[in-house]
C-alpha cells in the first residue's frame, strides 16, 4: 500500500507518499481500507518532531478515518467485511489501509456520506469525552469555545446547542464569526478586537461562562478563569500558547471551579473504547436526525497531505480539511 511517511521531521515538505508493508490485524483489530482522513494539529507536531505516536501505533499520521473493513483479526464480532465505517486512531490514517481496535470503530451516520465521515471521529470524541463526560456541560449554560471556527469549535456549538447550552466562541476574522453564526453560535468574539474576558461577562450579566473548551494552553490560563463563572469547568485539550502558566488559586476557589486537561491519543484502549461507545449513543443520533453536521472546508488527494498541512497551519480553514485516499 501507499503512505504518508516521514523520514525527517520538518516542514510540509517532509511528508513523502511512499510505498509500504500492508498493515495486518491482531487479535481484536479490523483492517479498514482507507477512503479518507483528515489534517488535526497533532499531526503537524508529529511531522516536526514533537509528538512521537505512543508505543505500538502505527509510525504514519493521521488520528482518524473513514472506509470500508476490508478484513477482521481474531475474536472481532459485530463487524462484516464491506462495512462502511470510520474510526478513531492512535495514528496511520495517512494510508490506503490501517488497522484499528475494534472498540474504535463507528458506523458512517446516516445522512452522512463516506468520505465527509472521516472528519468526524477526532471531533466528536474530543468534544463529547471535555465538555459532556467530563465537564457535564448542562441545559441553560454557557459554553466558551476558543477557535470557534476549527474542527473542534464547529461541532462543539452545534451540540452545545443541541443539548439546549448557549454556545459563545472567539475567532480571528469577521467571516469565521459568521460561519459560527450560522452553526448556532449566540455570542461571538473577535479575538484579535475584543477581551473575551469581557465580552463574556458582558454577554451573560457578569456571570461568565460554566465550561470553556481551551486549545491555547498557558497563554489564556489566567483569562480563561476570570471568565469562568462560580462552579465553572476548564477544559484544556491543546497548548498551542503554551505549556506553562501561572494559576492563581484564591481566584479558582473564590469561584469553586475546576481545571481538567486531557489528550487522547494515548489513552488506553479501554478508555478510548468508552468514549467512542459514548459518542455512538449520545452524537450517532443528531447527526442521523440532521441536527449535527460535520463541518469540511476542503479536500485534498492524500498525496497532497503537504499542502493540507500548509492550509491548516495558516488557520484560512473553517472546519476540518480531508485527504482523500485515491493515488
Request: aromatic content about 4%.
Amino acid at each position: 500500500m501507499y503512505a504518508i511517511t516521514i523520514p525527517e521531521p520538518g516542514g510540509p515538505e517532509a511528508l513523502v507518499w511512499d510505498e509500504v508493508p500492508d498493515p495486518v490485524p491482531g487479535e481484536g483489530e479490523v483492517l479498514v481500507e482507507v477512503a479518507a482522513s483528515a489534517v488535526n494539529r497533532a499531526d503537524i507536531l508529529q511531522r516536526q518532531g514533537f509528538y512521537n505516536p505512543p508505543p505500538g501505533a502505527s509510525p504514519y499520521p493521521g488520528l482518524e478515518c473513514s472506509g470500508r473493513v476490508a478484513a477482521l483479526g481474531p475474536g472481532v464480532s459485530g463487524w462484516a467485511v464491506g462495512d462502511e465505517v470510520c474510526a478513531l486512531l492512535a495514528g496511520g490514517g495517512y494510508a490506503e489501509k490501517v488497522v484499528v481496535p475494534a472498540g474504535q470503530l463507528l458506523p458512517v451516520p446516516d445522512g452522512v456520506d463516506l468520505r465527509t465521515a472521516a472528519a468526524l471521529p477526532e471531533v466528536t470524541c474530543t468534544v463529547w469525552s471535555n465538555v459532556f463526560m467530563i465537564a457535564h456541560l448542562r441545559p441553560g449554560e454557557t459554553l466558551l469555545v476558543h477557535g470557534g471556527s476549527s474542527g473542534i469549535g464547529t461541532m462543539a456549538v452545534q451540540l452545545a446547542k443541541a443539548v439546549g447550552a448557549k454556545a459563545a466562541v472567539t475567532a480571528g476574522t469577521p467571516e469565521k464569526l459568521e460561519r459560527c453564526a450560522e452553526l448556532g453560535a449566540d455570542i461571538l468574539i473577535n479575538y484579535r478586537e475584543q477581551d473575551f474576558v469581557e465580552e463574556i461577562e458582558k454577554a451573560t450579566g457578569g456571570a461568565g461562562a460554566d465550561v470553556i473548551l481551551d486549545n491555547m494552553g498557558a497563554k489564556y490560563l489566567e483569562r480563561n478563569v476570570r471568565a469562568l463563572a462560580v462552579n465553572g469547568r476548564l477544559a484544556i485539550i491543546g497548548m498551542q500558547g503554551g505549556a506553562k502558566g501561572e494559576l492563581n488559586i484564591g481566584a479558582l476557589l473564590t469561584k469553586r471551579a475546576a481545571i481538567s486537561a486531557t489528550s487522547l491519543r494515548a489513552r488506553p484502549l479501554e478508555e478510548k473504547a468508552a468514549i467512542v461507545a459514548a459518542v455512538r449513543e449520545n452524537v450517532w443520533p443528531l447527526l442521523a436526525a440532521g441536527g449535527v453536521r460535520p463541518v469540511v472546508d476542503r479536500a485534498l488527494p492524500m498525496s497532497e497531505a503537504a499542502a493540507a498541512h500548509r492550509i491548516v497551519e495558516e488557520s484560512g480553514h473553517v472546519g476540518k480539511v480531508l485527504l482523500t485516499a485515491s493515488r
